[in-house]
Structures are given as structure tokens and as C-alpha cells.
């Protein structure tokens, strides 16, 4: 009984959830389920067809040529119900499931990508995929197969209703080897549940390893690991090869086994009935006809409904396994966002005063990463942050558009709360040019135009030109037209970082955030990317991460951070006046720096010693 319980519970939870994405489309769900029932009428039309076929033309032969046009017309007329009702319902509930996995895979990716960026960090891009496209697909068939139980439960009343009305003590007998189908039914429905659960589970991890192979694939082939990552690919398949096998052999086992049950309630009927044939009868034949006439429309009836209760298992294991796959989406959608939007949130002005970070407190895990952090930034300032790895350099700026929520203390913009901004009016005054640029696989046009759609191309050329990428770009295949490949693979690092800035300048933020923005360039790259970076900051509030601290000699405001806390702050001047974090910072930096140049001096000059020799100075 508690199964059974199970059972109902899990069907309803997985219609809670698919409700909502069926619910817009109930009316054709209407039209399906008429459909359906009346295809389930076809059956037992077969059944009630064997009556007069057995007494007009077995039993009377005379009087069955009379009507014997009514065979074929009746046989005609029967299955072309079924095939027209049962392509109707089928063709239109398959429109609607394409629509509901559309609709439901949109919500998935909505969710995704409104959830903050903690999510990221402990989930998989594989993963997430796997929940929008397999999950879903298996989840979504809960519907089509609750039409096909509706479908087949109908076909069982009418059949039964055939059956009982030609004799209804067998008939009962008959009906009381269908409960002996549940137990059996409910163990391997178990077991397609938990290889639902496992083959889901495993594709997902093939997911994330492809995508992180294909994605770092100069890696792979820096380090001449192809092998070694075929054989990983290989090995995870196989897992999932496994699991697909054993998933396979619990559902076709519900077939025969349905089949061999039926076969101990058909057997003594059939045995019961030859054997209880009254010699006398045979001497009777209007006794005689009306027993075959009852006999043959009987065991056809009798035969006909094994289908509906064969299928009617199938779909019970096959529903398991839709349920297996609501589990995991169900767990989807519970996860939250750390990062939530007031209701009474406010449109925030452009920053016109200051950005002011007031004892905040603020930790990713067990640990505090920022400890009674207070910084001031006015207007227009270029406030440079420097410190040690791990210092909580990143977490300053990453605070900033809300990426993450402090836990104590605040962070305001002209006096107002950022909490109590809405996200999006805070994130649009805030530019972000990083280390690593990250471009779409669109055209060069589309990734300078990402956040500033409304804008057209007369502003696309002028922010590329001040960020003196217009020259380059004019000279590959298709101008702005040209699609630069998923990442921006078809370009140099320091051309991907000019259209970033592009990007930011279409954007025109007031706040600035630059995630040292040269440090992996070459020289020649990061004189014209500094020129465009040059071009960005004019008249705007920047605070850049600086690792190589002679880049930022000029800053408004050196911050140095340890431990999460500000220890120094001043101009380049005077904090190398002062015998703290940040002259100590320096000269290590320039020691070996110096280093490096007079041992590349003792060999042979190349551009390293002179990219050395500039950053030593």
C-alpha cells in the first residue's frame, strides 16, 4: 500500500511542476483527450464485430451472404476510426509537448541565468545544460503519457464491457490476474527510476568534460593530452553505456513479463471452457450458435485487452523515469539567488559624488575574505588597488555591481545603499575590462554593441576608432561583419582586448573597473591597448587592479590591501615615502625585475629583457 502511496505522490508532484508550462495550452489538451478516447473505441469495436461475424457466416452461412458486404465495410470503417483519431491525437499532442520542452527549457535558462555568480562557481557548464535539454525532455513526456493511460484505461472499460456483457463470471475471473501485475510492475519502475537518475547524473558529467575539452583545446594539445582525454570520454561513455544497458533490460523485461501473467488468466478460461462444452449442445445448433456467437467475441475482446495492460505497465516504468527527471529539475529551480533585488528598489542616478565602502565584512565560504573594509572613492579619481594574491583586491570590485552580497557593513553611491538599487540600473554605470576578455561567437559589430543594443553603427565605428581597434577591424574578411569565432579565437589577445573596450565605451559607464587590462599582452599590444585605455578613463571614477605596480605610478590613490583590510593609502610618492606594505610591494618587484634584465643582458638582448628592463624602471 505504502508503493502504491508512493506512486500517487510522485505523479502528482511531477504534474505540479509540469502544469504551469501545459496549463496556457489546456484547451488543445481537450481537444487530444476527446481524441483519445474516442481512437480507444476501435478495439472493442473489433471485439463486438467477431459476434455477428461468427453467427451470420460460421454458424448461418445462408443467411451471412445476405449481409456479407458489412465484413469488410465494418472492418474498414473500424480501423479507419482508429488511425484517424489516433494520428490526430497523437500529431497534436506531439505539437503541444514541442511547445511545453520549448517553454520549459526557456525557464530553465531564465533561471540559470538570473541565479548569482556562486552558482557558477559550483556548477558545471555541462550540467547546466544537461538540465535544460535531457531533463527536460524526459520530464516533459509526463503529459503523452498520462493521455496514453487515459487512452488505455478507456480501451480496458469498453473491453471489459464487451467481456462482461457475453459472460460475466468469467469476465470477473479474468480481471483478477490484472492486480497479480503490480508488484512486479512496481520493482522495475523502481529500477528505472534510479538509472534514470544515474544515466542523467552521467551525462551531464560528459557534458562538462566536453565542454571544458573543447573549450581548452589549445591546452590539451599544448600538453599533447589528447590521448589522455579521449580515453577520459571514452571511459565516462562507457559508464553511461552501462547504465543505458541495465535501463534497458528492466524496460522491455515489462512486456513478457505483463504477457506471461496474462497467459495464466487466458489458459484456464480456455481450458475451462472446452471443457465444459455440454455434449448436448453439440446436438443443438441454435445452442450451439448462440455459445460460439458469445465464446468468439469473448476471447477476441479477452486477447485485445493484454495491449492496454502491457502498455499501461510500460508507461508506468517509463513514468518512473520522467519522475527521476523532475527530481533533478525540481532541485533546479529551489536553488535561489544570494543576490536579490529589494521590492521597494530604486533607479539610481549616475554617480556624481563618491563610492564609499564602510565597514564591510564579507566572506565566499567559512573564511572572511574582506575584514572591516573601508575605502573612499570620489568622483573622476583613478584609485588603484594593489596587494598581495589573495589579498581580497578582486572581492573589492566583485562587491561592487552586487556580484556577491556583503554580509556586514554597506557599500554606497552618493550616499545611497546599492542594496537598494535595482541591479540593473547599478550594473549599467559600471564598466568591467578584465585579464581575460570574453567575446561571443558573434560579429565584430554585435560584440562591440553587447549592452548597448538601442545604439547603431555610427556610434559602433567611433567607440571602436578611440579605442583604436577601427584599423584592424577594417582589414579582416567582412569588416564589422566579420564573426570572430566562439571566444574571439580569430584574433590576438591585444585586438580582443581593444574591442572590450570598445564595448565599454559604447556603454559609457561613470565607474570603471579595470582587471589589469595589459598584463598579458606583448609590448607592442599593450602600448595600443593603453592608448584606448587611456581614451576610456578620461573623465570617468576608475578603480583598477594593479599586479605590475609600475602601471599605476600615476594613480589619484594607491589602496594597499592585506589580509582583507586597507593598511596604506596615498599617491605612488607618497606611500614610497613611507617604509610600509607598498614600498616593500615595489622593490621587490623591482629587484627582480633588474634581475631578470642583467641575466638576460648577460646572454643575448631580445624583446623580454626590454619588456623587463621597462618594468623595472
Known amino acids: 500500500m505504502s508503493q502504491n502511496n508512493d506512486k500517487v505522490a510522485q505523479y502528482k508532484l511531477t504534474w505540479q511542476y509540469a502544469w504551469p508550462y501545459f496549463k496556457p495550452y489546456k484547451g488543445m489538451l481537450w481537444v487530444v483527450l476527446i481524441l483519445s478516447v474516442m481512437a480507444s473505441a476501435a478495439d472493442p469495436g473489433l471485439a463486438g464485430l467477431a459476434s455477428p461475424f461468427t453467427e451470420f457466416f460460421v454458424l448461418n452461412p445462408e443467411k451471412g451472404r445476405e449481409i456479407l458486404w458489412l465484413v469488410p465495410v465494418g472492418i474498414i470503417v473500424i480501423f479507419a476510426w482508429r488511425g ?23 525557464a530553465l535558462y531564465k533561471h540559470f541565468m538570473y541565479l548569482s555568480l556562486d552558482h557558477y562557481e559550483r556548477t558545471t557548464t555541462g550540467k547546466m545544460m544537461s538540465r535544460t535539454v535531457n531533463d527536460v525532455s524526459r520530464m ?19 473491453l471489459a464491457g464487451v467481456c462482461f456483457y457475453q459472460d460475466p463470471k468469467l469476465s470477473a475471473f479474468a480481471i483478477l490476474a490484472i492486480p497479480a501485475t503490480v508488484y512486479p510492475v512496481q520493482r522495475i519502475s523502481t529500477a528505472m527510476k534510479s538509472y534514470t537518475k544515474k544515466g542523467l547524473s552521467q551525462v551531464a558529467e560528459i557534458n562538462s568534460t566536453m565542454q571544458e575539452t573543447y573549450s581548452g583545446a589549445k591546452v590539451v594539445k599544448a600538453f599533447a593530452m589528447e590521448d589522455r582525454e579521449v580515453d577520459k570520454y571514452a571511459d565516462e561513455t562507457n559508464s553511461l553505456l552501462k547504465i543505458n544497458f541495465k535501463f534497458a533490460a528492466v524496460k522491455h523485461m515489462i512486456s513478457p513479463l505483463i504477457g506471461f501473467i496474462a497467459a495464466f488468466a487466458i489458459a484456464p478460461i480456455a481450458y475451462y471452457l472446452v471443457y465444459n462444452i455440454d455434449p448436448e449442445l453439440l446436438s443443438n ?3 450451439m450458435r448462440e455459445f460460439f456467437t458469445k465464446v468468439s467475441s469473448f476471447l477476441i475482446a479477452l486477447a485485445l485487452m493484454y495491449t492496454p495492460v502491457r502498455k499501461l505497465g510500460t508507461t508506468a516504468g517509463q513514468f518512473t523515469a520522467a ?7 525540481r532541485e533546479t529551480f529551489e536553488r535561489t539567488s544570494t ?11 549616475n554617480m556624481r559624488e563618491s563610492i564609499v565602502y564602510e565597514g564591510v565584512n564579507f566572506k565566499y565560504d567559512k573564511d572572511y575574505v574582506l575584514r572591516d573594509f573601508n575605502l573612499e572613492i570620489k568622483a573622476g579619481e583613478l584609485v588603484a588597488l594593489v596587494g598581495e594574491s ?5 572581492t573589492v ?5 552586487r556580484f556577491y552580497d556583503i554580509q556586514e557593513g554597506s557599500i554606497k553611491i552618493d550616499g545611497l545603499d546599492i542594496r537598494r538599487a535595482t541591479l540593473r540600473s547599478l550594473r549599467m554605470q559600471i564598466g568591467v575590462v578584465t585579464q581575460e576578455t570574453f567575446l561571443f561567437n558573434l560579429t565584430v559589430a554585435q560584440n562591440i ?5 538601442g545604439k547603431g553603427m555610427d556610434h559602433v565605428m567611433a567607440a571602436a576608432k578611440v579605442a583604436n581597434a577601427h584599423d584592424f577591424i577594417t582589414q579582416l574578411p567582412k569588416g564589422y561583419d566579420t564573426v570572430i569565432g566562439e571566444r574571439g579565437v580569430r584574433l590576438s589577445g591585444g585586438e580582443k582586448q581593444r574591442l572590450a573596450i570598445a564595448r565599454a565605451l559604447l556603454k559609457d559607464p561613470p565607474i570603471l573597473v579595470l582587471d589589469e587590462a595589459t598584463s598579458a599582452l606583448d609590448t607592442t599590444s599593450e602600448r595600443e591597448v593603453q592608448k584606448a585605455l587611456d581614451s576610456l578613463m578620461r573623465d570617468r571614477t576608475t578603480i583598477a587592479i594593479a599586479h605590475r605596480l609600475s602601471t599605476i605610478r600615476h594613480a589619484d590613490k594607491i589602496v594597499v590591501i592585506k589580509d582583507g583590510r586597507v593598511v596604506e593609502q596615498g599617491t605612488h610618492v607618497q606611500l614610497m615615502g613611507q617604509d610600509g606594505e607598498y614600498r616593500r610591494l615595489y622593490e621587490m618587484q623591482f629587484f627582480l625585475g633588474k634581475h631578470a634584465v642583467d641575466h638576460y643582458a648577460d646572454k643575448e638582448p631580445d624583446n623580454g629583457g626590454l619588456e623587463l628592463e621597462e618594468e623595472a624602471q
Open 84 to 106: 484517424i483519431f489516433n494520428f490526430s491525437s497523437k500529431y497534436l499532442l506531439e505539437r503541444l509537448c514541442i511547445r511545453v520542452v520549448r517553454d520549459m527549457q526557456v
Open 140 to 158: 516533459n513526456r509526463v503529459v503523452p503519457m498520462s493521455i496514453d493511460v487515459l487512452h488505455n484505461v478507456f480501451t480496458l472499460i469498453f
Open 285 to 287: 445448433d441454435e445452442a
Open 323 to 329: 519522475y527521476g527527471a523532475m527530481e533533478r529539475i
Open 339 to 349: 543576490v536579490t533585488e529589494d521590492e521597494e528598489a530604486v533607479e539610481i542616478p
Open 390 to 394: 589573495g589579498s581580497g583586491k578582486s
Open 397 to 401: 570590485v566583485n562587491l561592487l555591481p
Open 449 to 453: 554593441l553587447y549592452g548597448s543594443e
